[in-house]
């Protein structure tokens, strides 16, 4: 098993462009997320999905979309980029909370760096 | 929104040392989680706590979950050049039947030296 995997690994874009980074899992997991990691500020959640053809808002939404046309695969778009946008991306997915509490791991993949100038 | 801050921020100690790791809130969790980051990798659960005062042990990884669920502690026995990388405390909420949100910590980078 791949786990969760990203592509691309890097990325410089320049203001105003777009992109889409798309992440893939292979566990079979229900639940979707991407996190922006940045210093000092741990990850924060952008968008997240419960499900295929379901996403939601996170704690950043704002210049992001996402799609989640696939059980195994979320993408997340930047339409038009912004140097603030400049970051670490993190995908991760994970199954249904139960009382077995080791569903509440997140599975995280290995991180999408992304320069915006 | 929910915050978590964690302390120290950064800390360098050398090999052998013990060190205690914390993550405060103002916010109840139903949940805590530990996670290590090491460089250019996402992070990996170290381990999950979900009742107050509740003490789980990963070899010399000790971690607790307080009483009111609100704060926990990773406290690091004997460190050695291994256990270096970013430490992330994330809490957890149930914010539909079955699914869990994490909130995360701001992160305590270690570096343990020989």
């Known amino acids: 098993n791949a786990g969760v995997t990203q592509t691309p690994k890097f990325r410089v874009l320049k203001t105003g462009q777009s992109m889409t980074l798309l992440c893939a899992q292979d566990?079979?997991?229900?639940?979707m997320y991407w996190y922006r990691q940045d210093p000092g500020m741990g990850l924060r959640l952008i968008h997240y999905?419960?499900?295929?053809?379901?996403?939601a808002k996170g704690e950043v939404p704002d210049g992001y979309n996402v799609s989640r046309l696939k059980k195994q695969n979320f993408l997340l778009g930047l339409e038009s980029a912004a140097p603030s946008q400049t970051s670490v991306y993190f995908c991760?997915?994970?199954?249904?909370?139960?009382?077995?509490?080791?569903?509440?791991?997140?599975?995280f993949g290995p991180g999408t760096r992304l320069t915006v100038t | 929104t929910q915050l978590l801050e964690q302390s120290p921020q950064f800390l360098s100690i050398q090999e052998g040392e013990n060190l205690t790791v914390y993550c405060n809130s103002s916010?109840?969790?139903?949940?805590l989680q530990w996670y290590r980051q090491e460089p250019g990798e996402g992070p990996v659960l170290l381990v999950t706590v979900v009742t107050g005062g509740e003490v789980k042990k990963l070899k010399r990884l000790t971690f607790q979950f307080g009483d009111a669920r609100k704060d926990s502690s990773l406290h690091i026995t004997a460190a050695q050049p291994g256990d270096t990388g970013l430490y992330l405390c994330?809490?957890?909420?149930?914010?539909?039947?079955?699914?869990?949100?994490?909130?995360f910590g701001t992160g305590t980078r270690l570096q343990v030296t020989l």
């Open positions: 999905s419960v499900g295929e053809g379901t996403t």
């Open positions: 991760a997915s994970s199954n249904p909370w139960n009382l077995d509490r080791s569903s509440y791991e997140q599975y």
């Open positions: 916010s109840v969790f139903s949940s």
């Open positions: 994330a809490g957890g909420d149930v914010f539909t039947g079955t699914a869990s949100k994490l909130t």
């Open positions: 566990m079979n997991h229900e639940y």
